[in-house]
């Protein structure tokens, strides 16, 4: 195939709709007092998940529409993988939804930027 994403593409797609599943996990079973950081978090999340869908439009309008189905059926196979070793490695950490989340708050941005520069959008 001539348009198959990218090894490293795959790879960081992967990782961020991992990350991003966590956020959305973690937004939606919140039970922290402070209404602000659950403003934040609902923000953050959305954010997120708009950016994953418009990059796979984008990333479709750039290269083949069949790109990003196939992506996105990669990453969903990987992020599967990912959460069952998750729930098996981390199944006696309390907190492990917000621990996620926050190490998602620092690498979500980083992904996403990675995202932007190996589809050529920015350099």
């Known amino acids: ?16 709709s991992f990350l991003v599943f966590y956020l959305q996990k973690w937004s939606k079973e919140f039970m922290g007092a402070s209404q602000g950081f659950r403003i934040f978090l609902d923000f953050f999340m959305g ?15 750039k290269v083949e529409w069949t790109s990003p189905l ?4 990669i990453s969903l196979f990987i992020k599967g993988i990912l959460i069952a070793i998750e729930v098996k490695l981390f ?3 309390q907190y492990i939804v917000q621990y996620i989340g926050f190490i998602s708050f620092i690498a ?4 996403a ?3 932007l520069v190996i589809s050529g959008l920015i350099s």
């Open 113 to 115: 930027y990675r995202l």
């Open 91 to 93: 199944f006696r950490i």
């Open 47 to 61: 954010i997120s998940t708009i950016f994953g869908l418009f990059f796979l439009i984008y990333y479709g309008y």
């Open 1 to 16: 195939m001539e348009y198959f994403p990218s090894k490293e593409l795959i790879i960081t797609f992967s990782l961020y």
């Open 70 to 73: 196939i992506l996105f059926a």
């Open 108 to 111: 979500c941005p980083i992904l």
